[in-house]
């Protein structure tokens, strides 16, 4: 889905053959700073808005990103975490992990919703953030991270993990903060009921440096909206991932397979 797989196997005997492209992409007529905002969730244009889009599982990192927030902020400060989960997600556990940090800690909103939104609802949700808030998805481990790239084109700032395919697909956009990390075992990949692995055996994965996360958070909901920035971060992850280009490239690797053959 990115440079990452490229990367990791630059060593081995068939690197020389892996094609430089990938079917990953957004859709640019849609997801772009021309969608319409709307006000969502109950939540007005004044406070500021922290987005995550994602399947809460233990790979999405939800739950500390969950915890950083109510640590970073308190009740009084006009800053709400909107997490949009999806169909694989782990939604009793994570609505049973803000009651609690709601009972310990005098944290400010947050929005747990779990419900499909259309790709027109998604766009003008990722405007309203855009306006006034962030997006930031603190992950363990991603592919392309499709709803990154969706708040990029939509004109987002983000915070992410500098780790598998978002350290590729964001490279030198300016208005992507990427964290440090330090890997780690994956203690999902060997569940007991699913035992992918060798007894003994982990996969590494990402854990993204707290600090850093929090100081992003804190620095962001500071930090003015830079339309002009957001403008070109669009322009120049449409003009990387928008399914019309991804397409263009595709044909050309395709022809380039063909006339090699011939």
Known sequence: ASDYVREVCKNEPYASKLLPCSIGGIEGGIYNT????????????????????????????????????????????????????????????????????????NCPKIVYVFKSLSSPDLASLYRFVAINGAYIHPHRAEALGLPILEAIACGCRVGTTNWGGPRYTTQGIKTVTLF??????SYFHNHVKEPFYTKGEFPQWAEPDEDEVKLFMKNVWKQKYDKDEAETSSKEILLKYDYKNVAIKIKQVLKDVHRKQN
């Open 34 to 105: 021309k969608a319409t905002p709307r006000t969502f969730f109950g939540l007005n244009n004044k406070t500021f808005k922290f987005l995550m889009v994602s399947a809460n599982q233990p790979r999405k990192n939800t739950l500390n990103l969950i915890k950083w927030f109510t640590e970073t902020f308190k009740k009084k400060d006009d800053v709400a975490l909107i997490i949009k989960d999806g169909d694989y997600g782990q939604q009793s556990e994570t609505v049973g992990f803000i009651k609690l940090m709601k009972k310990k800690r």
């Open 180 to 185: 440090n990390y330090k890997l780690s075992k």
